[in-house]
């Protein structure tokens, strides 16, 4: 079952809706025919989401309740959220897609970008120059991490 983040804020699914097919770590499967759980359920953790939720909306922080299960073989952590995460990312996806059109394709300048996609209103001195955070998602594009 794949969700969107507002799908998922406004819903949060079910542990059996979102046991994930196999453990990240050993393959055991998270549920198989005839045989016990291979992952439980294993509470929630809330992770923030940045940037607009739509085109045109005003950037937000989103709290999103994430689901963890726990591998009864290897004892892995497994957590699963909705589709537009990324991993290891501050904002969404469809936030540093926004950024990177309007600077690559729109030509816009990082400190207007950043008006559009950031939630964050106060702007230090350093980052009048520019956007880090932008030039860190260029980076990562060039070098096909992103």
Known sequence: MELHVKD???RPP???EVRPGRCAACGVPGRPLGGRLGLHGHGLRERHQWGPADLGA???VIGIPLRRFQCQPCGAVVVVGPRGLLRRRLYSAG??????ALYGVAALPAAEVRRRVSPLRI???TSAAGWASLRRWCRAVRAGRL
Do not use: S
């Not at 936030?95 to 990177?100: D, I, K, M």
């Open 8 to 10: 998922w804020v406004a």
């Open 58 to 60: 005003v950037p937000a």
């Open 95 to 100: 936030g540093v897609a926004l950024a990177l």
């Open 123 to 125: 702007v230090g001195a």
């Open 14 to 16: 079910t542990v059996d």
